[in-house]
Structure formats: C-alpha cells, structure tokens
C-alpha cells in the first residue's frame, strides 16, 4: 500500500466506513491532460456560485476544471479523489458542532448542526497538513480551518456584538448582507489598508484564533474576516474568509484577487508535483 493511502485510510475510514456516494460508480477520471485542473469541494450546492465564481479565472488561465463534491464520495472514492486534485474549497454550510472548540454546552444557541460534515472537513485539514496543496475556506469553511487549527468561535454574535449585522439581510434575500472589510496584511494581490464591500451570511465567528493562523482582514466591529496559515512557506495558499466572494461584487480585490490566487496556486502545484 502506497504511503498516501496508509495516511487516508488511517483518518478516513474511522469516519466515512459504511457511508455510500449518492452514485455507483467511482468520480470521472482525469482525463490526464496537464491542463485540466482539479478542485475538490467540500460540498457543493445547486447553486453552482462556486463554480460560476472560479471557473471563469481558471478558463482564463487557459485550464479547464474538474469539480469534485467531497460530500457525495465513500471513504475509497475520497482517497482515489485526493491523489489527484489541485486544491481544496471548503464552502460555507450548517454550524459547527461546540463540542470541537471545547464549548459543548453551546449547542443552545446554534442553528443546524451536521457532525458528518464536521468529519468529512477534519479529514480534509489533516490530509492538508501533510499535502500542504491550496486551499480556500469561505464563510464555514474559513471557521473550520480556525476551529482544526485550535482555534474557538463566538457561537452566537450577535451575544457579543449586541447586534445581528453580518446576517441582517431579509429572508427574501437570504439574509445577505453588504458591509466593509478591510486588510490589516497584504496578501494575493490585496494592500494593507484596502477597504472592500463584501457579502455575509453568518452568525458564528472567530473568537480565539489558532496559533496556526494569523488575522490578515476585518471587519469595522474588529471580526475576524480572514486568515491564512503563519508558516506561508509551507503553506503558500491556506487562506480563509468570512465572506462570500462568489456572491459578492464583482471587479474590487476582495473577490476576483482570491479566486485569482487560489487558481494561481493551484496551476503551480499541478506543475510542480
């Protein structure tokens, strides 16, 4: 058994023995074509916004995708899977469960909560620890990468800030709401000091971040808007945001810079591996 398998299987099957695909057969093999790059999700939606927001820059990096959803895979298929993506997206989603930033109790004042999901993106963070391959979280996904990290979450924010304002949207809009960050550290073609208008739809948030990360954009009321791994040397693309840039204005660094990054990262980790 090759080493990679050994690692997979060892963090993999104690979570996923006895959980079937939604589909028969294994994923669509790459077809080989070293311009074909290969994303895996950690669930994806009908929505298609994260493929409507990435696909564009990888296809004007002259790349074509493969998009893998970790969510409808069996433990064999993920590890088949993870031997040949490019980069991970972990996508925004239900609460994570207290109980993994020791804050068990906390539960109360959470909305829907899927311990299956909070396994599947556990594994997919061990495996990059070794893999050190890109990857992007947003919105949950930028909260799971604190949560592995050590890190704890404001289970409620609107206890801690006194109001609902990264959620404040209607429900027509699916409380969508616009509101400034701005970036503290450069980073993928963002200047410290940059301000941008961006979309949210959260009521958790960072409160202790993990000692492997590091606050690089906020928002006015001091939230954490997004981080990346302090080590950028072995973890040139592990960077997390708080917002939705797939459904956020188009055309201001806080969007397109970031998918143009990650695709970036992705398209030299394909040709260096």
Not at 104 to 109: A, L
Not at 152 to 181: I, M, Y
Not at 220 to 240: K, M, S
């Amino acid at each position: 058994m090759r080493p990679l398998h050994r690692l997979l299987l060892a963090f993999a099957l104690p979570a996923f023995v006895g959980c079937q695909s939604k589909f028969d057969s294994t994923p669509e093999v790459n077809d080989g074509h070293s311009d074909t790059l290969v994303v895996l999700a950690s669930r994806l939606w009908l929505s298609n916004t994260y493929q409507d927001f990435l696909s564009p820059i990888i296809a004007s990096n002259q790349r074509k995708i493969e998009w893998i959803d970790a969510s409808e895979l069996n433990a064999i298929q993920l590890v088949s899977s993870l031997e040949r993506v490019d980069g991970v997206l972990l996508t925004g989603g239900v609460d994570i469960h207290p109980a993994r930033y020791h804050q068990p109790k906390d539960t109360i004042v959470c909305g829907t909560i899927e311990p299956s999901r909070d396994s599947l993106e556990s594994f997919l963070l061990n495996w990059l620890d070794q893999s050190h391959i890109p990857c992007l979280g947003i919105c949950r996904g930028m909260q799971f990468m604190n949560v592995h990290g050590g890190g704890s979450l404001h289970p409620h924010l609107p206890e801690f800030l006194g109001t609902d304002a990264h959620r404040a949207g209607d429900e027509k809009n699916h409380r969508d709401t616009t509101h400034v960050v701005m970036a503290i550290k450069s980073i993928a073609g963002i200047e410290a000091g940059e301000q941008g208008m961006v979309i949210s739809h959260h009521h958790q948030g960072i409160d202790e971040i993990a000692t492997t990360l590091e606050v690089w954009a906020q928002s006015p009321d001091g939230l954490a808007e997004g981080v990346r791994r302090i080590d950028t040397i072995n973890y040139p693309c592990y960077v997390g945001v708080q917002w939705h840039p797939e459904r956020s204005r188009k055309k201001q660094p806080f969007v397109e810079s970031l998918g143009e990054f990650f695709v970036s990262s992705m398209v030299e980790y394909s040709t260096t591996r």
